[in-house]
């Protein structure tokens, strides 16, 4: 019975073996074409929706961030913002040589009559009435120069005028004429003055201007603001090219007793870019980079708040005439070199 049984269970499962399988619907099951349409289908909808999500991204947050970036330079660094910063800060920085030394002389009077008297050989009286006239001088043209647009009529031309004299008279009252250094400084300051006097005059035209409606020929005008311009950046150039031939850092006796990188580097990069300031080429973007190398070296050649008391005052005048020196510079930055220039010239052309 057993053997029976085994056969029959053999015979039967061959049987069901050598069967045919049985058919099924072509819809239960997608075709090898399906499959790959299917397939093609479904890549391209997730394409779909990464190109969506990466749209909504770039449109959403990286386009918000560059619309606020753009926001940001368009109202801090405009041509009229860029104007208006230059034509607050420079006569600022101009004059702040003027009222550190008005403001000196009374604060140390004894030292500064001492010093007339002894080293200048002036009557007491005489050093006294120098030193007074000195200070109010410098202080009340200064007050001119930086009081409010609100004070009316504008006084900037006087003063500059006053500032002028005293810079001329300054080396021979303290026995300065034959210091070259002291020379070249004041004149770079006479520079920014002159440069301070076009911008006002500036102001002026442009105010008749538009009172008379551009009635008025300017030709003889504008040739002279042109040379006023010219002698105000040739003055300005006076320190650097100093500076680029006779500094002891960098200067063209330095690179011939000691030739290094440094000093060969640096004295043909001030003389560049003087030269380029004295002809007007890239003039503004020449003494912005001047401006910028003074403001940095300014506080490391000049550091009187860590001075010894004996080269404090020394280190404090020229580190606030180097800042009047900045000022002067931000004048042509702003206002330009000019007509007689060589970007004037391409202008013309």
């Known amino acids: 019975m057993t053997t029976t049984t085994f056969e029959e269970n053999s015979m039967e499962l061959i049987t069901r073996l050598r069967a045919p399988a049985p058919q099924t619907d072509a819809g239960d099951w997608p075709s090898p074409t399906a499959l790959k349409d299917g397939g093609v289908d479904a890549m391209r909808k997730m394409a779909t929706i990464a190109g969506e999500a990466t749209s909504s991204l770039r449109n959403g947050g990286a386009r918000r961030f560059a619309e606020a ?4 330079l368009e109202a801090n660094l405009t041509k009229k913002a860029r104007h208006s910063f230059l034509a607050k800060v420079g006569p600022t920085l101009l004059c702040l040589t003027f009222i550190d030394d008005g403001l000196r002389v009374p604060l140390r009077w004894s030292e500064q009559h001492n010093y007339m008297i002894h080293s200048m050989n002036m009557w007491s009286w005489l050093a006294a009435v120098v030193l007074i006239a000195s200070s109010a001088t410098q202080l009340f043209a200064s007050w ?4 409010p647009v609100s004070f009316q009529p504008s006084r900037v031309k006087m003063a500059c005028y006053m500032l002028l004299t005293f810079v001329t008279l300054q080396p021979v009252l303290y026995g ?8 070249c400084r004041s004149s770079t300051m006479a520079g920014g003055l002159l440069l301070l006097i076009w911008g006002e005059n500036d102001k ?8 008379l ?9 504008e040739r002279s603001a042109d040379k006023l311009q010219l002698a105000g950046r040739l003055l300005l150039t006076f320190m650097f090219l100093f500076q680029a031939v006779f500094g002891q850092q960098g200067g063209l006796h330095s690179v011939l007793e000691s030739p290094s990188v440094w000093n060969v580097s ?3 990069a001030l003389f560049a870019l003087s030269l380029m300031v004295c002809l007007g080429f890239k003039a503004e973007w020449s003494s912005f980079v001047l401006t910028a190398v003074l403001g940095v070296a300014n506080f490391f050649l000049y550091p009187f708040w860590s001075a010894d008391a004996h080269l404090a005052d020394y280190l404090r005048y020229y580190f606030f005439q180097t800042l009047s020196i900045m000022g002067g ?8 070199p000019g007509g007689l220039s060589l970007d004037g010239q391409k202008k013309k052309i």
């Open 266 to 268: 640096s004295s043909c």
């Open 204 to 211: 002026i035209g442009r105010r008749t201007d538009s009172a």
């Open 176 to 183: 300065q004429v034959y210091d070259l250094d002291f020379m």
């Open 329 to 336: 510079l931000m004048l042509l930055t702003l206002h330009g």
């Open 69 to 72: 970036v753009e926001d940001t």
């Open 144 to 147: 001119l120069i930086l009081r």
């Open 213 to 221: 409606g551009g009635l008025l020929a300017h030709d003889a005008d």
